[in-house]
């Protein structure tokens, strides 16, 4: 019997964000955000869902906490709705908003629970997005006021910060795509969004330093592994350009402090401009303190001359298992990618702020049995054991997710969580299979085969 033992002071903890499980999408003042409106329009999210009620945390905080404290979660990782906060997004402090985030920061911090707060994933203030939102540069400077606001408010009990929530989705998936909220579809719309994002970043850092004493800061990227369909010449240059544009991209403006050139030179060819002025690669490539990373899955891909970027994705690969997301499991990737995450850019710090796996999950009576999302899991605490041994410098990992939520525009069809919720018999909170063996793991900081 082989045992993986983690280092002491190793944190283990589950990840949420504000839209998919808070709700009360209306209440104490809190402004409509661009999923409110995008997931209010007819037909943009799976059985017309919305994030109206999600898991009612905004009420049930108390309830999830005490679930967090049964689990032994050493931290949680949640977001903070900036509409809730700041309604407009730029003018008056919305107290009762803030109020609830530091009752939320008390019942942590009283359950010996550290918490990692992400200022913002995805919830824009809709009133943003309607004088420009991430593709106007003045959305920077209202990011930082929000980070300021916030911070001001928590830092004196909240130590570890992050400023946004996976870039490249909210650019790809919100204004390329057009499947996330806001819906555009304008490729150099996602660029200009991309730069905007991270030079926000750049410009909140020195303000959570400053209130935050002490404050560890970083951002938080989905990042993924990318193989060719084939050992092909085309292909594998394929591979090399969908890594620029999915990873490099961001990792090194963040550590380096400026773009890849061969994916400059593709937005060159196909006419797309990066709005970059004097002085933003040095803002957005300012030290930070740790990386968050978020791993689901590798990509492969296969050469397409005629598409927009020069690779798409295959069909399914045979012999693979998947999720209901439609994701390869592959355990192995997210050892890859720590490792050359850690070769390339020697970030202080790293955590794996996102993991996790979809799975049509039903409840017995008072049990969900999930034991394929415990054998996800138990491969992938393998996987970063074995990337800690050779080095890597991994200082925890927080599970996605904590509950079943709002997986957005998918709706509730989808469930990540290791804790059921019974959106139709009063929000019943249920944990799965999975939750119990979390447990046993942050309780033994390790497994046995």
Known sequence: MTTHIF??????????????????????GKGESIWDRFSHTPGKVQDGDTGDVACDHYHRYAEDVALMRGLGLKAYRFSISWPRVIPDGKGAVNEAGLDFYDRLVDALVEAGITPYVTL???????????AGGWCSREVVGHFARYADVVSKR??????????????????????????????????????????HVLLSHGEAVPVLRANAGGAQVGIVLNLSPVDPASASPANQTAARRHDGYLNRWYLDALFKGTYPDDMSAIL???????????????????????????????????????????????????????????????????????????????????????????IADAPTGDAVHDPRRIAYLRAHFKAIHRAIGEGVPLKGYFVWSLLDNFEWAFGYSKRFGIVYVDYEDGQRRIPKDSAHFYREVIADNGLSD
């Open 7 to 28: 280092p002491d002071g190793f944190l283990w903890g589950a990840a949420t964000a504000s839209y998919q499980i808070e709700g009360a999408w209306e209440a104490d």
């Open 154 to 195: 928590l830092g004196d009990r909240v130590k570890f910060w992050a400023t946004h929530n996976e870039p490249w989705v909210v650019a790809k998936l919100g204004h390329y795509i057009g499947v996330h909220a806001p819906g555009i579809t304008d490729l150099s719309a996602c660029y200009q969004v991309a730069h």
């Open 268 to 358: 060159d060819e196909i006419g797309v401009a990066v709005p970059v002025q004097a002085g933003d690669m040095a803002k957005i490539s300012a030290p930070i303190d740790f990386l968050g990373v978020n791993y689901y899955t590798r990509d492969v891909v296969c050469d397409d001359p005629d598409g927009a970027f020069p690779f798409t994705s295959p069909g399914p690969r045979e012999n693979a298992e998947f999720t209901e997301m439609g994701w390869e499991v592959y355990p192995e990737g997210l050892y890859r990618l720590l490792k050359c995450v850690h070769q390339d850019y020697s970030p202080a710090a790293l955590y794996v702020t996102e993991n996790g796996a979809a």
């Open 120 to 130: 913002y994933h995805w919830d824009l203030p809709q009133a943003l997005q309607d």
